[in-house]
């Protein structure tokens, strides 16, 4: 498999399938580890790096469910094969730029850390499973999965650790768990999120509302790209804070029973609206179609929130004609980058702007 | 205090912005601060956050001055975490101990690991501590609390130390 075979696939948690998909886009598990002895990436010189790379190659070789996936190293990719890897949430913008996330580099002989070098990212089969190597810490793996799915999430992700293990030996203390570059991932190193399409509770403004509310229990609201992004297309990604003190099964079980609240506070919007104002929602829901299905030029904001629009309309069965996981593929495929691998050549942005409105008319 | 935004509700976030020992402080109404919360995560890196926790341990300890402690290992002094946020490898949380157990304690409110752990099919572990290990540590850094008259700190670790034995007890 290549990178470029990647672009006519669908990435299994864009299927729309799964518990609660008409809320529930997808569900994500991921654990941070660092190899014992070894300094952390920001830290290492460029020959440590480049050994915990060596070391965590041969880890994915050995492992039976690994075995067979891609391993792309970021050195080697272009910006626009790199920025790629990010819309389909295959690796972070930070491992994407060579940057880190929030923290400043730190002066003197180590400084050399802010590069591309020796980082990778290991995607399976199905882009269910990916590793980003020397990202924030040593290895960084993750499950994605398509709806309500974070305990099959989970199950795949543990079997795939425990594999892992045996040829890797993680930087662990029995007192504060798995070891991590940054405090707030020590622990069990486990960060669990899903992302929802919460159209209903944003029209209704009742979304700060539930946001404020389950931000005092522990949890973060984020955007569609992660850390640092803004809620675009009503899209809202909830995660568990706290990662010590608490065990995985205890993070998920938390996560679940107050996402579970959420979708019920969606559905309950969706309802109401519906009820009252039906014609409305409908008026709506119809002119962003319309919009899609005529438009020669259009920006990729404008398009997240006309889609996340026709996405509700799928939902509600008000447009019987479309396919959840089609609208869903499209969220990914009018971004920058796809739209210019989808081309084959580099696109400026008044050109991509009438590929992507082709692209929806086409499609829709 | 009103809110430095608003100047209507009051302030019940408080912020401090660290940049080259200089610090600047901002204080918020809830609604401003979650109105700002985008921005103001940007602003205040997660370093600078850090970095203001970190502090807090500090002033809780009273202790020296503690920007000359360093990593045998990797060499990161306290003050690199300080200005990074991020720490130079596993033994750094060995290094600066005393100073992280009560960050640890107000990110996550705990600063004792539940869940996972490497099997026993695993290779030898992290930092090479087994339990053993770990109570012999922790019958060091008990005598040195109680020596330094770190009274909460001895108290926590009294705590660790039975737990373990016990622990070890029952194998």
């Known amino acids: 498999m290549t990178l470029s075979d ?4 669908t990435g299994e948690w864009l299927r729309g399938s799964g518990p609660h998909g008409e809320i529930v886009m997808s569900a994500r598990v991921r654990l941070a580890r660092n190899l014992s002895q070894a300094p952390f990436p920001q830290w290492a010189t460029p020959p440590q790096r480049a050994e915990v790379l060596k070391r965590a190659v041969e880890g994915v070789n050995g492992s039976a469910f690994l075995k067979g996936s891609m391993v792309l190293e970021l050195k080697g990719l272009s910006e626009l094969d790199r920025l790629f890897l990010v819309e389909r949430h295959l690796i972070s913008r930070e491992h994407a730029t060579g940057g880190f996330s929030g923290a400043a580099s730190a002066s003197g002989s180590h400084a050399t850390a802010n590069s591309t070098d020796s980082r990778a990212v290991v995607v399976s089969d199905r882009e269910i499973v990916s590793l980003m190597v020397n990202e924030e810490d040593h290895l960084r793996l993750q499950v994605l999965q398509s709806g309500f799915n974070l305990q099959e999430a989970w199950v795949i992700l543990n079997r795939m650790e425990e594999e892992l293990e045996r040829k890797l030996p993680y930087a662990f ?3 504060w768990g798995y070891l991590t570059a940054c405090p707030t991932n020590v622990g069990t190193g486990m960060r669990a999120s899903t992302m929802l399409h919460l159209p209903c509770l944003v029209m209704t403004k009742q979304i700060n509302r539930v946001l404020h509310a389950i931000t005092k229990l522990g949890l973060t609201a984020r955007g569609l790209y992660g850390e ?8 809202f990604q909830l995660s568990n804070q706290v990662s010590l003190g608490i065990s995985e099964e205890e993070i998920l079980d938390n996560l679940e029973r107050l996402i579970k609240q959420v979708i019920e506070q969606e559905e309950a919007a969706r309802k109401a ?3 009252q104002s039906r014609e409305a929602l409908e008026d709506r829901i119809w002119r ?5 299905k005529s438009a020669h030029l259009i920006t990729s904001n404008e398009t997240v929130e006309l889609l996340s629009l026709v996405r509700l309309g799928v939902d509600l069965g008000v447009i019987p004609t479309l396919e959840r996981g089609r609208v869903n593929q499209l969220f990914i495929q009018t971004q920058p980058a796809h739209l210019q691998k989808l081309e084959g050549r580099p696109l400026n942005p008044s050109e991509r702007d009438a590929r992507r409105a082709k692209l929806l008319r086409d499609s829709l | 205090m009103t809110c430095d935004l608003c100047g209507q509700n009051e302030a019940t976030v408080h912020l401090t912005e660290i940049i080259n020992d200089s610090s600047r402080e901002l204080h918020l109404c809830e609604t401003c601060a979650r109105e700002k919360g985008q921005q103001t995560a ?13 502090d807090f341990g500090a002033k809780l300890e009273g ?3 503690k920007t000359k402690l360093s990593c045998p290992q990797c060499g990161m002094t306290y003050e690199d975490f300080r200005k990074s946020g991020r720490l130079g490898c596993g033994n750094c949380y060995e290094a600066f101990h005393r100073y992280l157990a009560p960050l640890l304690k107000r990110i996550h409110g705990s600063t004792q690991h539940v869940g996972r752990s490497p099997s026993a099919a695993a290779p030898a572990q992290a930092q090479g501590e087994g339990p053993k290990d ?6 060091t850094s008990l005598k040195e609390a109680v020596a330094g008259e770190a009274f909460e700190e001895a108290a926590r670790l009294r705590d660790r130390v039975r737990a373990l034995e016990a622990k070890l007890k029952k194998r």
Do not use: D, W
């Open chain 1, 6 to 9: 990647l672009v006519h696939q």
């Open chain 1, 288 to 292: 962003a179609y319309g919009t899609l």
């Open chain 1, 173 to 175: 203390s029995a007192e």
């Open chain 2, 134 to 139: 770990e109570l012999a540590r922790l019958k």
């Open chain 2, 42 to 54: 940007q602003q205040f890196g997660l370093a600078e956050l850090l970095g203001g926790l970190a």
């Open chain 1, 273 to 275: 609206l519906l009820n």
């Open chain 2, 63 to 65: 202790g020296p001055a």
């Open chain 1, 228 to 235: 640092g992004t803004e809620a675009t297309g009503n899209f």
